[in-house]
């Protein structure tokens, strides 16, 4: 069992600055790409950025400029820096990992933080 668990959403002006951190935790034997997702209401959730374990990244272009994806590997921990943020960027923030467990490759989802940009 991999636990997921996002941190950092909060309210923001637009053209302000957030990051999310997200950790997993568990019977982990080897994390492999992570993932930023986000969901606002009434629409389908979305992909904002990936990182593989050897740090490539792909973007949404609907943040690329604006948002960088990172990791730690040795904490199994990826963070998401959004800058310039704009009304459209409010959502359910969700963080994805996929992880090899030692018997098993799976992935688990994380409850999601809530982003808001209101002025």
């Known amino acids: 069992q991999v636990q997921v668990v996002e941190s950092g959403g909060d309210l923001v002006q637009p053209g302000g600055s957030l990051r999310l951190s997200c950790a997993a935790s568990?019977?982990?034997?080897?994390?492999?790409?992570m993932g930023w997702y986000r969901q606002a209401p009434g629409k389908q959730r979305e992909l904002v950025a990936t990182i593989s374990r050897g740090g490539i990244t792909n973007y949404a272009d609907s943040v690329k400029g604006r948002f960088t994806i990172s990791r730690d590997n040795a904490k199994n921990t990826v963070y998401l820096q959004m800058n310039s943020l704009k009304p459209e960027d409010t959502a359910v923030y969700y963080c994805?990992?996929?992880?090899?467990?030692?018997?098993?490759?799976?992935?688990?989802w994380g409850q999601g933080t809530q982003v808001t940009v209101s002025s």
């Open positions: 994805n990992s996929e992880y090899y467990s030692g018997t098993a490759y799976s992935y688990s």
């Open positions: 568990g019977s982990i034997f080897r994390i492999y790409a």
